[in-house]
Protein backbone atom coordinates (compact mmCIF):
# COMPACT_ATOMS: atom_id res chain seq x y z
CA UNK A 1 0.00 0.00 0.00
CA UNK A 2 3.25 2.13 0.86
CA UNK A 3 5.00 1.47 -2.34
CA UNK A 4 1.35 1.94 -4.66
CA UNK A 5 1.31 5.78 -2.61
CA UNK A 6 4.71 6.90 -3.72
CA UNK A 7 4.42 5.77 -6.79
CA UNK A 8 1.44 7.68 -7.36
CA UNK A 9 3.53 10.61 -5.76
CA UNK A 10 6.05 10.32 -7.88
CA UNK A 11 3.98 10.11 -11.07
CA UNK A 12 2.27 13.25 -9.87
CA UNK A 13 6.11 15.37 -9.24
CA UNK A 14 6.74 14.16 -12.57
CA UNK A 15 3.32 15.13 -14.40
CA UNK A 16 3.72 18.29 -12.08
CA UNK A 17 7.64 18.94 -13.86
CA UNK A 18 5.97 18.81 -17.32
CA UNK A 19 2.81 20.93 -16.37
CA UNK A 20 5.40 23.38 -14.96
CA UNK A 21 7.58 23.40 -17.94
CA UNK A 22 4.74 24.18 -20.35
CA UNK A 23 2.92 26.55 -17.72
CA UNK A 24 6.81 27.97 -17.55
CA UNK A 25 6.86 28.57 -21.33
CA UNK A 26 4.02 30.26 -22.09
CA UNK A 27 4.58 32.88 -19.08
CA UNK A 28 7.68 33.58 -20.58
CA UNK A 29 6.33 34.53 -23.99
CA UNK A 30 3.30 36.60 -22.75
CA UNK A 31 2.74 37.53 -19.56
CA UNK A 32 6.53 38.47 -18.27
CA UNK A 33 7.81 38.95 -21.95
CA UNK A 34 7.82 43.21 -21.41
CA UNK A 35 10.17 42.47 -18.50
CA UNK A 36 12.25 39.78 -19.73
CA UNK A 37 13.06 41.75 -22.58
CA UNK A 38 13.45 45.15 -20.38
CA UNK A 39 15.92 43.44 -18.22
CA UNK A 40 17.81 41.54 -21.36
CA UNK A 41 18.64 45.06 -23.03
CA UNK A 42 19.81 47.05 -19.91
CA UNK A 43 21.81 43.65 -19.20
CA UNK A 44 23.96 44.51 -22.68
CA UNK A 45 23.47 48.53 -22.02
CA UNK A 46 25.36 47.60 -18.59
CA UNK A 47 27.75 45.46 -20.23
CA UNK A 48 28.52 48.02 -23.31
CA UNK A 49 28.85 50.87 -20.56
CA UNK A 50 31.30 48.83 -18.40
CA UNK A 51 33.80 48.13 -22.02
CA UNK A 52 33.03 51.70 -22.39
CA UNK A 53 34.64 52.21 -18.62
CA UNK A 54 37.30 50.13 -19.47
CA UNK A 55 38.88 51.82 -21.85
CA UNK A 56 39.29 55.63 -20.16
CA UNK A 57 42.66 55.51 -18.00
CA UNK A 58 41.33 59.12 -16.19
CA UNK A 59 39.10 57.51 -13.59
CA UNK A 60 38.86 61.04 -12.39
CA UNK A 61 37.58 62.74 -15.38
CA UNK A 62 34.49 64.00 -16.12
CA UNK A 63 33.36 61.06 -18.93
CA UNK A 64 34.40 58.08 -16.60
CA UNK A 65 31.93 59.69 -13.58
CA UNK A 66 29.48 59.79 -15.91
CA UNK A 67 29.73 56.67 -17.23
CA UNK A 68 29.42 55.74 -13.85
CA UNK A 69 26.49 57.06 -13.10
CA UNK A 70 24.74 55.81 -15.83
CA UNK A 71 25.48 52.26 -14.86
CA UNK A 72 23.86 53.28 -12.19
CA UNK A 73 20.54 54.39 -13.36
CA UNK A 74 20.38 50.99 -15.53
CA UNK A 75 21.31 49.10 -12.10
CA UNK A 76 18.26 50.89 -10.78
CA UNK A 77 15.81 49.81 -13.99
CA UNK A 78 17.16 46.18 -14.00
CA UNK A 79 16.16 45.97 -10.59
CA UNK A 80 12.70 47.74 -10.13
CA UNK A 81 12.21 45.58 -13.93
CA UNK A 82 13.36 42.15 -11.56
CA UNK A 83 10.90 43.19 -8.93
CA UNK A 84 7.95 43.51 -11.95
CA UNK A 85 8.45 40.02 -13.16
CA UNK A 86 8.82 38.51 -9.68
CA UNK A 87 5.46 40.32 -8.39
CA UNK A 88 3.61 39.10 -11.33
CA UNK A 89 5.17 35.44 -10.30
CA UNK A 90 4.63 35.78 -6.90
CA UNK A 91 1.77 33.15 -6.79
CA UNK A 92 3.82 30.39 -8.43
CA UNK A 93 7.07 31.07 -6.27
CA UNK A 94 4.81 31.22 -3.06
CA UNK A 95 3.59 28.16 -3.44
CA UNK A 96 7.31 26.61 -3.62
CA UNK A 97 8.50 28.87 -1.20
CA UNK A 98 5.97 27.85 1.19
CA UNK A 99 6.77 24.27 1.01
CA UNK A 100 10.57 24.36 1.12
CA UNK A 101 9.63 26.37 4.17
CA UNK A 102 7.85 23.35 6.01
CA UNK A 103 10.57 20.94 4.90
CA UNK A 104 12.47 23.41 6.81
CA UNK A 105 10.75 23.74 10.10
CA UNK A 106 11.31 19.92 10.08
CA UNK A 107 15.20 19.40 9.14
CA UNK A 108 16.91 20.61 12.32
CA UNK A 109 15.09 18.73 14.23
CA UNK A 110 14.92 15.21 12.66
CA UNK A 111 18.33 16.03 12.44
CA UNK A 112 19.14 16.28 15.99
CA UNK A 113 16.41 13.35 17.11
CA UNK A 114 17.65 10.39 14.15
CA UNK A 115 21.37 11.47 14.45
CA UNK A 116 21.49 11.50 18.62
CA UNK A 117 19.32 8.08 18.31
CA UNK A 118 21.65 6.45 16.03
CA UNK A 119 24.43 7.46 17.79
CA UNK A 120 22.86 6.21 20.95
CA UNK A 121 21.82 2.87 20.25
CA UNK A 122 25.31 2.04 18.16
CA UNK A 123 26.62 2.80 22.12
CA UNK A 124 29.82 1.32 21.67
CA UNK A 125 32.27 4.16 21.31
CA UNK A 126 34.89 2.03 19.08
CA UNK A 127 31.61 0.95 17.07
CA UNK A 128 30.66 4.68 16.59
CA UNK A 129 35.17 5.15 15.97
CA UNK A 130 34.48 2.46 13.23
CA UNK A 131 31.41 3.46 11.52
CA UNK A 132 32.47 7.17 11.52
CA UNK A 133 36.11 6.49 9.99
CA UNK A 134 33.98 4.38 7.42
CA UNK A 135 31.58 7.06 6.78
CA UNK A 136 34.70 9.85 6.16
CA UNK A 137 36.95 7.67 4.10
CA UNK A 138 33.91 7.21 1.41
CA UNK A 139 33.01 10.63 1.90
CA UNK A 140 36.59 11.91 1.20
CA UNK A 141 37.09 10.19 -1.66
CA UNK A 142 33.89 11.16 -3.33
CA UNK A 143 34.51 14.20 -2.89
CA UNK A 144 38.18 14.15 -4.27
CA UNK A 145 37.02 11.70 -6.90
CA UNK A 146 34.29 14.71 -7.85
CA UNK A 147 36.80 17.36 -8.06
CA UNK A 148 39.19 15.56 -9.82
CA UNK A 149 36.58 14.57 -12.55
CA UNK A 150 35.51 18.20 -12.63
CA UNK A 151 38.55 19.71 -13.50
CA UNK A 152 39.64 17.21 -15.86
CA UNK A 153 36.36 17.32 -18.08
CA UNK A 154 36.55 21.19 -17.97
CA UNK A 155 39.72 20.75 -19.55
CA UNK A 156 39.33 18.28 -21.93
CA UNK A 157 36.42 20.21 -23.50
CA UNK A 158 37.72 23.83 -23.03
CA UNK A 159 34.11 24.89 -22.48
CA UNK A 160 35.20 28.75 -21.80
CA UNK A 161 37.74 28.91 -24.66
CA UNK A 162 35.10 27.44 -27.32
CA UNK A 163 31.55 29.27 -26.47
CA UNK A 164 33.39 32.84 -26.64
CA UNK A 165 30.92 34.45 -24.25
CA UNK A 166 31.54 38.35 -24.07
CA UNK A 167 32.59 38.28 -20.62
CA UNK A 168 31.97 41.10 -17.59
CA UNK A 169 34.80 43.51 -17.17
CA UNK A 170 37.40 42.54 -14.58
CA UNK A 171 36.75 46.01 -12.58
CA UNK A 172 33.05 44.83 -11.90
CA UNK A 173 32.43 43.93 -8.45
CA UNK A 174 31.17 40.02 -7.62
CA UNK A 175 27.48 39.78 -8.07
CA UNK A 176 27.84 37.64 -4.85
CA UNK A 177 29.40 37.89 -1.70
CA UNK A 178 32.80 36.72 -1.30
CA UNK A 179 33.23 34.00 1.07
CA UNK A 180 36.97 32.27 1.71
CA UNK A 181 37.17 30.41 4.11
CA UNK A 182 40.42 29.34 6.22
CA UNK A 183 40.72 25.89 8.62
CA UNK A 184 40.35 28.39 11.72
CA UNK A 185 36.48 29.72 10.26
CA UNK A 186 35.93 26.29 9.37
CA UNK A 187 35.98 24.91 13.18
CA UNK A 188 34.53 27.54 14.64
CA UNK A 189 31.88 27.08 12.26
CA UNK A 190 31.79 23.72 13.28
CA UNK A 191 30.94 24.32 16.96
CA UNK A 192 27.65 26.01 17.70
CA UNK A 193 27.62 28.65 20.94
CA UNK A 194 23.70 28.29 20.91
CA UNK A 195 21.83 25.07 19.64
CA UNK A 196 18.80 26.51 19.70
CA UNK A 197 20.75 29.62 17.61
CA UNK A 198 22.26 27.13 14.68
CA UNK A 199 18.40 25.12 14.65
CA UNK A 200 16.79 28.42 14.19
CA UNK A 201 19.05 29.20 11.47
CA UNK A 202 19.16 25.51 10.03
CA UNK A 203 22.77 25.32 10.36
CA UNK A 204 22.99 21.63 9.81
CA UNK A 205 26.91 21.18 10.20
CA UNK A 206 26.30 22.55 13.80
CA UNK A 207 23.18 20.71 14.75
CA UNK A 208 25.20 17.41 13.49
CA UNK A 209 28.14 18.29 16.01
CA UNK A 210 25.99 18.54 19.02
CA UNK A 211 23.88 15.36 18.38
CA UNK A 212 27.01 13.61 18.08
CA UNK A 213 27.80 14.67 21.32
CA UNK A 214 24.57 14.31 22.63
CA UNK A 215 24.40 10.82 21.30
CA UNK A 216 27.06 9.45 22.88
CA UNK A 217 26.39 11.04 26.35
CA UNK A 218 23.31 9.42 25.76
CA UNK A 219 24.76 5.83 25.32
CA UNK A 220 27.60 6.58 28.37
CA UNK A 221 25.16 7.34 30.94
CA UNK A 222 23.92 3.48 30.49
CA UNK A 223 20.10 2.80 31.89
CA UNK A 224 19.43 6.17 32.51
CA UNK A 225 19.95 7.15 28.80
CA UNK A 226 17.23 4.58 27.59
CA UNK A 227 14.54 7.18 28.99
CA UNK A 228 16.17 9.86 26.64
CA UNK A 229 16.79 7.66 23.63
CA UNK A 230 13.05 6.66 23.54
CA UNK A 231 11.96 9.77 23.86
CA UNK A 232 14.09 11.07 20.95
CA UNK A 233 13.29 8.06 19.19
CA UNK A 234 9.14 8.75 19.82
CA UNK A 235 9.93 12.35 18.41
CA UNK A 236 11.69 11.34 15.20
CA UNK A 237 8.99 9.03 14.11
CA UNK A 238 6.46 11.88 15.02
CA UNK A 239 8.37 14.30 12.22
CA UNK A 240 8.31 11.61 9.86
CA UNK A 241 4.84 11.40 10.24
CA UNK A 242 4.64 15.26 9.72
CA UNK A 243 6.60 14.57 6.76
CA UNK A 244 4.33 12.44 5.07
CA UNK A 245 1.87 14.50 5.44
CA UNK A 246 3.81 17.70 4.10
CA UNK A 247 4.82 15.36 1.09
CA UNK A 248 1.75 15.09 -0.50
CA UNK A 249 1.93 19.01 -1.71
CA UNK A 250 4.89 18.03 -3.45
CA UNK A 251 3.62 17.77 -6.52
CA UNK A 252 2.34 21.28 -6.25
CA UNK A 253 5.39 22.90 -5.03
CA UNK A 254 7.35 21.22 -8.38
CA UNK A 255 4.89 23.01 -10.37
CA UNK A 256 5.28 26.13 -8.65
CA UNK A 257 9.06 26.03 -8.90
CA UNK A 258 9.63 24.54 -12.57
CA UNK A 259 7.12 27.31 -13.77
CA UNK A 260 9.18 30.52 -12.28
CA UNK A 261 12.75 28.81 -13.38
CA UNK A 262 11.33 28.73 -16.70
CA UNK A 263 8.91 32.15 -17.22
CA UNK A 264 12.17 34.13 -16.43
CA UNK A 265 15.19 32.17 -18.23
CA UNK A 266 12.61 30.86 -20.93
CA UNK A 267 13.82 27.92 -22.99
CA UNK A 268 16.30 30.00 -25.01
CA UNK A 269 19.19 30.03 -22.43
CA UNK A 270 19.30 26.24 -23.20
CA UNK A 271 20.64 27.15 -26.40
CA UNK A 272 23.27 30.18 -25.49
CA UNK A 273 24.86 28.16 -22.43
CA UNK A 274 23.94 24.28 -24.49
CA UNK A 275 27.67 23.53 -24.23
CA UNK A 276 28.81 24.13 -20.90
CA UNK A 277 25.14 22.83 -19.37
CA UNK A 278 25.59 19.73 -21.13
CA UNK A 279 28.96 19.02 -20.51
CA UNK A 280 28.19 19.54 -16.77
CA UNK A 281 25.42 17.09 -16.55
CA UNK A 282 27.82 14.62 -18.94
CA UNK A 283 30.35 14.98 -15.63
CA UNK A 284 27.22 14.61 -13.29
CA UNK A 285 26.29 11.49 -14.99
CA UNK A 286 30.12 9.86 -15.44
CA UNK A 287 30.29 10.55 -11.65
CA UNK A 288 27.14 8.91 -10.55
CA UNK A 289 27.92 6.27 -12.68
CA UNK A 290 31.56 5.55 -11.32
CA UNK A 291 29.80 5.73 -8.06
CA UNK A 292 27.12 3.50 -8.60
CA UNK A 293 29.47 1.24 -10.89
CA UNK A 294 31.56 0.58 -7.11
CA UNK A 295 28.32 0.21 -5.08
CA UNK A 296 27.59 -2.48 -7.42
CA UNK A 297 30.07 -4.29 -6.62
CA UNK A 298 29.73 -4.23 -2.69
CA UNK A 299 25.57 -4.73 -2.76
CA UNK A 300 25.85 -6.86 -6.54
CA UNK A 301 22.54 -6.33 -8.51
CA UNK A 302 20.18 -4.86 -5.32
CA UNK A 303 21.94 -1.38 -6.79
CA UNK A 304 18.52 -1.43 -9.55
CA UNK A 305 16.36 -1.91 -6.40
CA UNK A 306 18.21 1.25 -5.11
CA UNK A 307 17.64 3.55 -7.45
CA UNK A 308 13.71 1.92 -7.34
CA UNK A 309 13.97 3.53 -3.77
CA UNK A 310 15.48 6.54 -3.97
CA UNK A 311 13.62 7.79 -7.59
CA UNK A 312 11.23 9.80 -5.68
CA UNK A 313 13.49 11.71 -3.22
CA UNK A 314 15.77 12.41 -6.17
CA UNK A 315 13.30 13.80 -8.35
CA UNK A 316 12.04 15.92 -5.57
CA UNK A 317 15.16 17.50 -5.27
CA UNK A 318 15.99 18.16 -8.76
CA UNK A 319 12.33 20.16 -9.04
CA UNK A 320 12.85 21.83 -6.53
CA UNK A 321 16.69 22.70 -6.23
CA UNK A 322 16.60 21.78 -2.53
CA UNK A 323 18.12 18.58 -1.20
CA UNK A 324 16.61 19.27 2.05
CA UNK A 325 13.10 18.63 0.19
CA UNK A 326 14.54 15.49 -0.35
CA UNK A 327 16.13 14.42 3.02
CA UNK A 328 12.99 13.19 4.84
CA UNK A 329 11.45 11.11 2.59
CA UNK A 330 14.97 9.25 1.67
CA UNK A 331 15.28 8.21 5.57
CA UNK A 332 11.86 6.65 5.36
CA UNK A 333 13.69 4.92 1.80
CA UNK A 334 16.24 4.28 2.78
CA UNK A 335 15.13 2.00 5.52
CA UNK A 336 12.44 0.52 3.32
CA UNK A 337 15.37 -0.25 1.33
CA UNK A 338 16.82 -2.28 4.24
CA UNK A 339 19.53 0.14 5.72
CA UNK A 340 19.81 -0.36 9.52
CA UNK A 341 17.92 2.60 11.01
CA UNK A 342 20.93 3.42 13.16
CA UNK A 343 23.27 3.56 10.01
CA UNK A 344 20.80 6.11 7.82
CA UNK A 345 20.50 8.02 11.59
CA UNK A 346 24.03 8.39 11.60
CA UNK A 347 25.60 8.73 7.71
CA UNK A 348 22.61 10.84 6.30
CA UNK A 349 22.64 13.46 8.36
CA UNK A 350 26.62 13.67 8.44
CA UNK A 351 26.44 13.62 4.25
CA UNK A 352 24.22 16.80 4.08
CA UNK A 353 27.53 18.29 5.63
CA UNK A 354 30.47 16.24 4.24
CA UNK A 355 29.62 14.46 1.05
CA UNK A 356 28.10 16.89 -1.72
CA UNK A 357 29.28 15.17 -4.95
CA UNK A 358 27.29 17.01 -7.31
CA UNK A 359 28.17 20.20 -5.67
CA UNK A 360 31.67 19.85 -5.56
CA UNK A 361 31.83 18.88 -9.14
CA UNK A 362 30.39 22.16 -10.14
CA UNK A 363 32.94 24.10 -8.13
CA UNK A 364 35.72 22.68 -9.56
CA UNK A 365 33.63 22.49 -12.92
CA UNK A 366 32.61 26.42 -12.63
CA UNK A 367 36.27 27.71 -11.23
CA UNK A 368 38.06 26.93 -14.52
CA UNK A 369 34.80 27.80 -16.46
CA UNK A 370 35.48 31.05 -15.78
CA UNK A 371 38.99 31.21 -15.65
CA UNK A 372 38.96 29.97 -19.47
CA UNK A 373 36.79 32.78 -20.12
CA UNK A 374 39.32 35.30 -18.92
CA UNK A 375 41.96 33.56 -20.95
CA UNK A 376 43.98 32.57 -17.70
CA UNK A 377 46.25 29.39 -17.96
CA UNK A 378 46.34 27.54 -14.65
CA UNK A 379 48.92 25.03 -14.49
CA UNK A 380 48.03 21.48 -12.74
CA UNK A 381 49.53 22.80 -9.73
CA UNK A 382 47.43 25.90 -9.26
CA UNK A 383 44.55 23.48 -10.50
CA UNK A 384 45.00 20.87 -7.31
CA UNK A 385 45.64 23.71 -5.06
CA UNK A 386 42.04 24.94 -6.16
CA UNK A 387 40.66 21.56 -5.38
CA UNK A 388 42.43 21.28 -2.09
CA UNK A 389 40.61 24.85 -0.87
CA UNK A 390 37.31 23.65 -2.66
CA UNK A 391 37.49 20.47 -0.49
CA UNK A 392 37.50 22.62 2.72
CA UNK A 393 35.45 25.62 2.11
CA UNK A 394 32.51 23.28 0.33
CA UNK A 395 32.09 21.49 4.49
CA UNK A 396 28.98 22.89 6.10
CA UNK A 397 27.43 24.72 3.13
CA UNK A 398 24.10 22.81 3.10
CA UNK A 399 21.87 25.58 4.59
CA UNK A 400 23.70 28.69 2.42
CA UNK A 401 21.66 30.19 -0.35
CA UNK A 402 23.21 29.33 -3.51
CA UNK A 403 26.42 28.09 -1.37
CA UNK A 404 28.15 26.59 -4.22
CA UNK A 405 28.03 30.49 -6.05
CA UNK A 406 29.04 31.86 -3.41
CA UNK A 407 31.97 28.85 -2.76
CA UNK A 408 33.14 29.66 -6.14
CA UNK A 409 33.60 33.28 -5.39
CA UNK A 410 35.73 33.13 -3.05
CA UNK A 411 37.66 31.04 -4.63
CA UNK A 412 38.33 33.10 -7.57
CA UNK A 413 38.98 35.94 -5.28
CA UNK A 414 41.80 33.39 -3.84
CA UNK A 415 43.85 32.62 -7.46
CA UNK A 416 43.03 35.80 -8.78
CA UNK A 417 40.14 35.13 -11.23
CA UNK A 418 37.68 38.07 -11.86
CA UNK A 419 34.56 37.90 -9.67
CA UNK A 420 32.66 39.62 -12.25
CA UNK A 421 32.76 36.55 -14.14
CA UNK A 422 30.05 34.91 -11.79
CA UNK A 423 27.28 37.17 -13.76
CA UNK A 424 28.07 34.46 -16.99
CA UNK A 425 26.18 31.80 -14.29
CA UNK A 426 23.57 33.47 -12.64
CA UNK A 427 21.32 33.12 -15.36
CA UNK A 428 21.80 29.44 -15.51
CA UNK A 429 22.57 28.39 -12.12
CA UNK A 430 19.01 27.11 -11.15
CA UNK A 431 18.95 24.74 -13.89
CA UNK A 432 22.83 23.95 -13.06
CA UNK A 433 21.38 23.48 -9.45
CA UNK A 434 19.15 21.10 -9.82
CA UNK A 435 21.31 18.78 -11.60
CA UNK A 436 23.78 19.17 -8.73
CA UNK A 437 21.22 18.75 -5.93
CA UNK A 438 19.83 15.49 -6.87
CA UNK A 439 23.48 14.52 -7.41
CA UNK A 440 23.98 15.20 -3.60
CA UNK A 441 20.87 12.75 -3.16
CA UNK A 442 22.40 9.78 -5.18
CA UNK A 443 25.67 10.43 -3.89
CA UNK A 444 24.35 10.36 -0.35
CA UNK A 445 21.98 7.66 -0.75
CA UNK A 446 24.79 5.73 -2.19
CA UNK A 447 26.92 5.99 0.88
CA UNK A 448 24.79 5.36 3.38
CA UNK A 449 24.11 1.54 1.61
CA UNK A 450 27.90 1.18 1.06
CA UNK A 451 28.63 1.77 4.74
CA UNK A 452 25.75 -0.25 5.89
CA UNK A 453 27.05 -3.20 3.87
CA UNK A 454 30.30 -2.75 5.66
CA UNK A 455 28.64 -2.99 8.99
CA UNK A 456 26.24 -5.85 8.18
CA UNK A 457 28.39 -8.45 5.56
Known amino acids: MENKKTNHLTLYIVLALVLGVCVGVILNTRYVQHENLVIASLERQLQDTRLQMHGIADTTGAVYK ?128 SIFDAMARNEILQVVVFALFFGFATASIGKRGIAVTRALDAISHVILKMTMIIMRFAPIAVF ?110 ASLFLAQCYGMHLDMGTQFSMLMVLLLTSKGIAGVPRASLVIVAGTLATFKIPEAGLALLLGIDPIMDMGRTAANVVGNSIATVVVNKWEKP
Not at 110 to 131: M, N, P, W, Y
Not at 132 to 157: D, E, H, K
Open 66 to 193: TLHKHISDLDCLKDNASADRDKKLEPFSLIADLFLRLIKMIIAPIVFTTLAVGVAKIGDSKAIGRIGARTLVWFSCGSFLSLLLGMGLVNFFQPGSAMHLPVPDVTSSSPLPVVSMTARDFLYHMFPT
Open 256 to 365: GAITVVIAKQGIGILQTYSLFIGEFYLGLFLLLGILLLVCYFIIGRRVRSLLSHIRQPTLLAFSTNSSEAAFPSLILQLERFGCHERIVSFVLPLGYSFNLAGSMMYMAF
